[in-house]
């Protein structure tokens, strides 16, 4: 059965988002839900479709994981700080909880901004935007590093870690097995998820800003330390939104595109997923200095109108649509 109250509150969530943005002067944008290529993300399981026409033939096209693709290639064509909200899949998710495989996304790029003052707009646009008075928004949200919250929660020295083989004992002391084969991320994943990740703060927002340089994705490195200028926002222990400082180095980007794909093909060839294509002249943009941000709306609406799960919240589940007679 349809949640129409659901459906009400998400109406009028969207609505405060929309206004909130441009009553700051973000243009909203809207780009394709297909695209020809991806940004290469191993990590991310992808959609694929195959486009027909007589006149110029077949194409394969991908649902897109983000709009980061098409946003980023706007914002470099000039148009100052933009926001969309967007449909947007990945592959082989979990159902149910927190996860379907079509979820709703807001991604937001603001000009001159870096990925720390994204915490204060984020923090601001939840607060004006929300739908109802959840108990968390009544504190002040908690800014705490990685390296902090590695030392807190799972007792690990990240600075030490920069060595395999101190995080590798570490993961042990915490009585977590790790192969023998294992990379550096996911030896870190295992502690994260297991020890830190689940003592978050349940009470109010909670940014976790500085990630691991090994942990690859489009941020900024730090000059002098071993971290990205990246920020993930969780609340009530969900993860809701990620954030960067966004890379403009062309040669970093094309860098980046290249090890990734490789990574990924490698990866996928091995389990017969979907290879999504990478066009390696994204790495040519001409990006102005701005910080991009992206949360997960069908969780933050989660948060704000009560549940356990956001399979009630959605108008069709993909569990349900999954259900046979």
Known sequence: MI??????????????????????DYLEVFTPTLSPSLIPEPTIKTFSTLFKNEFVGEKEFYLIPSPEIFMKEMIASGSGSIFQISSCFRNSEQLGDVHNPEFSM????????TD???????????????????S???????????E???????????????EYGYLKSEAERLNL???????????????FLTYVETSLPMDREVYLCDYPS???????DYPDRPYKKRWEMYIKGIEIANCYDEERDKDKILSYYKREQEILEKERKATGDTISKADLSFASLDMPQCSGGAIGLDRLLLTEYGGDEIAPILSFPMCSMLKTE
């Open 3 to 24: 949640d129409f109250k659901a459906q009400r509150a998400r109406s009028e969530l969207y609505r405060n988002i929309r206004s909130f943005f441009q009553n700051r």
């Open 106 to 113: 807001l991604e937001y790029y603001t000009m001159d901004f």
């Open 116 to 134: 720390k003052d994204s915490i204060t707009l984020t923090h601001e646009m939840i607060k004006e935007t929300a739908i109802s008075n959840p």
């Open 136 to 146: 968390w928004l009544k504190n002040e949200p908690l800014v705490i590093t990685m």
């Open 148 to 162: 902090e919250a590695m030392k807190e929660y799972a007792g690990v020295d990240l600075i030490k870690a920069q």
């Open 177 to 191: 097995y790790v192969p023998d084969s294992e990379s550096w991320e996911d030896t870190f994943n295992r502690i």
């Open 214 to 220: 090994q942990i690859e994705c489009l941020a900024k």
